[in-house]
């Protein structure tokens, strides 16, 4: 097996994606996945939410299995309406932990589980099927992290494979370098406006270029992140010396490296010069509907959000301190600051970013999906327009279905919340 490994890893004609379901694939293993192949691979890594994961829970007591197929390699997380915002919830959050403990399943609770798994588990060359649908974020550290439904989670804990088709694959290659408050979130934007929201429909993204190489770590689990708006089954940033880098200071080691052939295949190519890119904004209600900030700047606000698992790491709460230093929050607006967990909490906390939020007037909450979900700790009222961090602007998506959810980066929703209505961050930096 290792030979074919090798073998597989040397082609030149396969793509990340065909590359690492080959070497997974057990349905017929030796043998090489293509584009379009229906294969059975096995799993290093499932997860689910307190969103998907009662539901896999009562599939998986259906299914009368006794027993996980490996409880070290599924992670529970109780991360969507954390703490509980009702009895209902509270007896769903009961449920997984009695599971948890019945099958001996690690369950963490108060990290946003993307977070949470790029910090302790991901590594590049596992492949991971998560319960919620912006699993793809892992992608960020060279792994193959697909969303998958709840009922198909309790099959993969039962038998620790999956079956799937091996997608085709978009690459995007991104040159230049971004101008001045201009960042990942916008780029991200940019991209579903060029794709669509169904433009990578169970496509695999291949972020790559000189610009890839220059973000950070956090910048690129946006792009990863966003990816499933429009509609990529993977989203894969190959590692290179700075993912390494990372995985040292966590004590992780990489699983596999895979890096696409030269002469792969692809279903397009998009090569995108960032050089002249402004900041973007996602008008309601779809993630594509993406403006200029010219065009949407001066929309009154009530709330705007920084968190969730596109936007809640520590650099994102680091430019939204730099713009709201010394500054205060528009009366009557809502300024909701959410880290993406405690580890992002902590470090916020030692370092005075969270001192300088607080006094420009912005509200912390613990680490929680909840605003972003429309559970608790941000919901919009009737008529209300918030300016959000977050990956997703659907009629009701954070409440009442009259409100307005703007997608825009950390930096436009903190000059936003000063300014009391959308607006251009490039003045405050």
Not at 141 to 159: D, K, N, Q, R
Not at 248 to 265: D, F, P, Y
Not at 317 to 345: C, D, H, N, Q, Y
Not at 355 to 382: K, Q, Y
Request: overall charge neutral; glycine content about 8%; hydrophobic content about 40%.
């Amino acid at each position: 097996m290792n030979q074919f490994k090798d073998e597989v890893s040397k082609d030149e004609s396969l793509t990340f994606s065909e590359k690492i379901l080959s070497i997974k694939r057990v349905d017929q293993p030796g043998k090489k996945a293509f584009a379009g192949d229906i294969i059975v691979a096995s799993v290093d890594l499932s997860m689910a939410t307190d969103g998907t994961g009662p539901l896999a829970i009562k599939v998986f007591n259906e299914m009368n299995v006794e027993k996980v197929w490996n409880p070290e390699k599924i992670i529970l997380n109780i991360d969507h309406t954390f703490p509980p915002s009702s009895e209902q919830i509270a007896n769903l959050h009961k449920l997984m932990r009695e599971f948890s403990i019945k099958h001996k399943i690690p369950l963490q609770e108060g990290s946003i589980c993307h977070q949470y798994l790029l910090e302790k588990y991901v590594t590049p060359g596992m492949l991971i099927a998560g319960a919620d649908s912006h699993t793809t974020t892992h992608g960020a550290l060279g792994a193959f992290a697909i969303g998958i439904g709840s009922s198909e989670a309790a099959a993969v804990w039962a038998s620790g494979e999956i079956w799937l088709k091996v997608p085709k694959t978009i690459k995007i290659v991104f040159e230049g370098k971004l101008p001045k408050g201009v960042f990942a979130k916008d780029l991200a934007l940019e991209i579903v406006k060029i794709l669509g929201v169904n433009g990578a429909n169970y496509k695999a993204i291949e972020y790559s270029g000189s610009l890839i190489h220059e973000f950070s770590i956090s910048s690129r689990t946006t792009l990863t992140n966003m990816a499933a708006e429009a509609g990529a089954k993977a989203a894969i940033i190959e590692a290179d010396k700075k993912t390494l880098a990372y995985l040292k200071s966590t004590e992780r080691k990489a699983m596999l490296l895979i890096n696409s052939g030269k002469e792969a295949e692809y279903e397009k190519i998009l090569n995108i010069n960032v050089n002249d890119l402004a900041p973007r904004v996602a008008a309601p209600y779809k993630v594509d509907n993406v403006k200029s900030i010219e065009e949407v700047e001066g929309i009154p606000i009530n709330q705007a959000f920084l968190g969730s698992c596109t936007n809640g790491r520590l650099e994102d709460l680091e430019v939204a301190a730099e713009i709201v230093k010394g500054k205060k929050v528009k009366e009557g607006v809502r300024f909701i600051v959410t880290p993406a967990s405690k580890t992002v909490f902590n470090e916020a906390l030692k370092n005075g970013i969270l001192e300088v939020l607080i006094e420009a007037g912005a509200i912390i909450t613990n680490p929680t999906c909840g605003a972003c979900v429309g559970t608790h700790l941000g919901v919009l009222g009737d008529e209300e327009v918030c300016i959000s961090s977050s990956n997703r602007n659907f009629i009701g998506r954070m409440g009442s279905k009259t409100s307005k959810v703007y997608l825009a980066s950390p930096a436009t929703v903190a000059a936003s919340a000063i300014e009391g209505a959308i607006t251009d961050p490039r003045r405050f930096l």
